[in-house]
């Protein structure tokens, strides 16, 4: 059945969601991130990060998209990461060949609509990367707000993990039941 589904995700899902944040992390994340990082490292960083991430989902939600039941998107959000700008969506990701079909922008209302249910009232931000200028299109078409720049935090705190050192912005919804 060619049907696109979403969820909430849990402690089965840890690998195909580590699977599809590895593929698109090597396929928009290479120049910042180092290579070696990239390529040898992040399957095993990110399937153990899933793995905690969606066994103690206290304070979390974990939005997934699927496609003829094969996941296809994946949304995370953080609530109350921060006491100004409210909820983190720590990674939006959608299936490379499946992008520009609608389903960014459902995984993004559907994590505003499960924030509004569970922080009333709490705005919404994340931060992309200053080379992923396709994402930025797509928050700001999203109504999302352009705000601080920062350098990227490496991952798992290891400054060679990175090339350089590379810089992300912050896009914010101080009302996001706009994206709902
Ligand atoms: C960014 C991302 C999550 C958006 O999800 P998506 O499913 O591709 O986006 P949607 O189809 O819901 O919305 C696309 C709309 O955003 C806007 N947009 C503007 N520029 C855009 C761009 N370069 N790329 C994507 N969308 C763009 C347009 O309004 C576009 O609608 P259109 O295709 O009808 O013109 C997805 O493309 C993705 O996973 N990219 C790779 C990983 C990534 O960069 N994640 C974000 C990390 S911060």
Redesign the pocket.
């Known amino acids: 059945m060619n049907e696109l589904r979403f969820r909430t995700g849990g402690a089965a899902d840890a690998a195909a969601v580590a699977e599809l944040h590895g593929d698109?992390w090597r396929?928009?994340y290479r120049g910042a991130y180092a290579d070696q990082f990239l390529d040898e490292e992040s399957p095993e960083y990110l399937a153990a990060m899933w793995a905690g991430r969606l066994a103690a989902r206290e304070g979390t939600h974990t939005t997934l998209a699927e496609y003829d039941g094969k996941l296809v998107?994946l949304a995370h959000l953080i609530i109350d990461a921060d006491p100004k700008y409210g909820a983190l969506v720590d990674?939006?990701?959608?299936r490379?060949p499946?992008?520009?079909?609608?389903?960014?922008?459902?995984l993004l209302a559907r994590t505003a609509n499960a924030l509004q249910e569970v922080a009333p009232g709490s705005g919404l931000y994340?931060?992309?990367?200053e080379q992923?200028?396709?994402?930025q299109?797509?928050y700001?078409?999203?109504g999302g707000i352009r705000g601080d720049r920062k350098d990227v935090p490496p991952p798992g705190g290891e400054p060679r993990r990175l090339n350089g050192q590379p810089a992300c912005f912050r896009y914010y919804w101080p009302d996001p039941s706009l994206l709902a």
């Not at 499946?98 to 459902?106: D, F, N, V």
């Open positions: 698109s396929r928009h998107g990674n939006l990701h959608v490379a499946l992008k520009r079909q609608g389903i960014g922008t459902q994340l931060w992309v990367l992923n200028t396709a994402a299109g797509f700001e078409a999203r």
